[in-house]
């Protein structure tokens, strides 16, 4: 048996991607197994932004219902949003490419935002970002 700080994690997809939201949640049990008896820290999942520590966003092609970043930004969360650099130009509508980059724009210097290219990019950053935070936290 060992004692944990324990921090809510909540990951969600602003794109509808299930796929993606999967492997994430699955990098943080992986991150838990590995680390948590020898850190002292665990990363609980939530569902819900508003009652995590640490809020990891994916964007993929367009974005929907953005008011929870904000909202979680002000309230002085650690807020990743993790944007897919593959665009299918067969399956990107240009006006929904423009919204994508207007809202990363609007978050600069804001929160963290960081691009991945496939599936091993972002088990990458999501792994950075549970580091990020411990590291905050000592």
């Known amino acids: ?11 969600l997809s602003l794109s509808g991607m299930m796929d993606e939201t999967h492997t994430a949640r699955q990098t943080v049990s992986r991150f838990n197994q590995q680390h948590a008896a020898s850190t002292g820290r665990l990363f609980l999942p939530v569902d819900d ?14 974005v929907k219902d953005t008011v929870w970043v ?5 309230q002085g ?8 650099a593959f665009q299918d ?6 006006c929904e ?3 994508v980059e ?4 609007s978050l600069q210097g804001r929160c963290r935002c960081v691009a991945y290219r496939n599936a091993a990019e972002l088990k990458e950053k999501v792994t950075k970002t549970l580091q990020a935070q411990m590291a905050c936290s000592h």
């Open 49 to 62: 932004p508003q009652a995590a520590d640490v809020v990891i966003g994916i964007v993929d092609n367009w």
């Open 97 to 99: 490419h423009s919204e």
């Open 1 to 11: 048996m060992f004692e944990a700080k324990v921090y809510t994690a909540a990951i």
């Open 102 to 105: 207007a809202f990363r724009e």
């Open 77 to 84: 969360k650690h807020v990743t949003l993790l944007f897919s």
């Open 70 to 74: 904000d909202d979680c930004i002000r």
């Open 89 to 94: 130009p067969n399956n990107t509508i240009p």
